[in-house]
T-cell receptor
Framework: QQQVKQSPQSLIVQKGGISIINCAYENTAFDYFPWYQQFPGKGPALLIAIRPDVSEKKEGRFTISFNKSAKQFSLHIMDSQPGDSATYFCAARMDSSYKLIFGSGTRLLVRP | ETGVTQSPTHLIKTRGQQVTLRCSSQSGHNTVSWYQQALGQGPQFIFQYYREEENGRGNFPPRFSGLQFPNYSSELNVNALELDDSALYLC????????????FGSGTRLTVV
């Protein structure tokens, strides 16, 4: 119940295309869902986050779609660029605990 | 305003040895958390410190321990190192009670041989 399942494991997209990464969870006590971007040799950096009372959040080219009834959420990267090539992690947190539960990561490669 | 800094960046230890990793929190942050990231996996929560006391722990044995100092810097200590302890260790700081506040350091890459 504490897991966050992420797919796909890896993704290759052409420049200008849309990258979509999906996550699913079981624990309905989760109330905060961030996405992190990690480049090689660096720590994860917060990209965008959403609360379950909102179905969609957009920041620039990045959009989170949230489906509370299905317990799923996804990250959409519009107009993907080679500089977006990185590993992306979804995560979830219960407000009663500060720890984040991370998905297993998606390695995104955007071809020029 | 400085971010989260960790030292050392890389470390090689022998099985059975002990290691200490260090973290300086982002200015203004009073909570520090440690995560272990094995190769190709997502980070896993080890523990969190607030006001110099551990206030949350993940599924890690007692040979993983920590300290938080009055200036909010922190140490992660691992005793009796095992080969499976080889990983990237990440420190994250935040302001207690603020949801949107995690800042991660670049990590320490520990290799146990």
């Amino acid at each position: 119940q504490q897991q966050v399942k992420q797919s796909p494991q890896s993704l290759i997209v052409q420049k200008g295309g849309i990258s979509i990464i999906n996550c699913a969870y079981e624990n309905t006590a989760f109330d905060y869902f961030p996405w992190y971007q990690q480049f090689p040799g660096k720590g994860p950096a917060l990209l965008i986050a959403i609360r379950p009372d909102v179905s969609e959040k957009k920041e620039g080219r990045f959009t989170i779609s949230f489906n509370k009834s299905a317990k799923q959420f996804s990250l959409h990267i519009m107009d993907s660029q080679p500089g977006d090539s990185a590993t992306y992690f979804c995560a979830a947190r219960m407000d009663s605990s500060y720890k984040l539960i991370f998905g297993s990561g998606t390695r995104l490669l955007v071809r020029p | 305003e400085t971010g989260v800094t960790q030292s050392p960046t890389h470390l090689i230890k022998t099985r059975g040895q002990q290691v200490t990793l260090r973290c300086s929190s982002q200015s203004g942050h009073n909570t520090v958390s440690w995560y272990q990231q094995a190769l190709g996996q997502g980070p896993q929560f080890i523990f969190q410190y607030y006001r110099e006391e551990e206030n949350g722990r993940g599924n890690f044995p007692p040979r993983f321990s920590g300290l938080q100092f009055p200036n909010y810097s922190s140490e992660l200590n691992v005793n009796a190192l095992e080969l499976d302890d080889s990983a990237l260790y990440l420190c994250a700081s935040s302001i207690s009670g603020v949801t949107y506040g995690y800042t991660f350091g670049s990590g320490t890459r520990l290799t146990v041989v």
